[in-house]
């Protein structure tokens, strides 16, 4: 059964910072773009961020551009999310997923999901 884990939510004030990590089990993520999305309450999901395989290409929504950073280490089989300057319109319960390419990914077209992980910021 392929799963992916999603951790490292919680509660910080604005400003501060948060590192998500996605741990993918079941299965291997080779030649897969990995990314991560989030939906705040009342609202729909939408992209955050992107990573390619085996990790060069990257690709973000213009709301975290230069405070968020994703990576992976595709001998752990994990993606994360590095999050700083936090702001309180980054409430929202974030989801890692895989796709077979970066362009699915974006469009949300993913193959796999995880579980949810709640972010929340305070003002």
């Known amino acids: 059964q392929v799963q992916l884990v999603a951790s490292g939510g919680g509660l910080v004030q604005a400003g501060g910072s948060l590192r998500l990590s996605c741990a993918a089990s079941?299965?291997?993520?080779?030649?897969?773009?990995m990314g991560w999305f989030r939906q705040a309450a009342g609202t729909g999901r939408e992209f955050v961020a992107a990573?390619?395989?085996?990790?060069?290409?990257?690709d973000y929504t213009d709301s975290v551009k230069g405070r968020f950073t994703i990576s992976r280490d595709n001998a752990k089989n994990t993606v994360s999310l590095q999050m700083n300057r936090l702001k309180p319109e980054d409430t929202a319960v974030y989801y890692c997923?895989?796709?077979?390419?970066?362009?699915?990914?974006?469009?949300?077209?993913?193959?796999?999901w995880g579980q949810g992980t709640q972010v929340t910021v305070s003002s």
């Open positions: 997923a895989a796709a077979v390419n970066l362009a699915r990914v974006r469009g949300q077209a993913c193959d796999y």
């Open positions: 079941g299965r291997t993520f080779t030649n897969y773009a």
């Open positions: 990573i390619g395989w085996p990790g060069i290409t990257t």
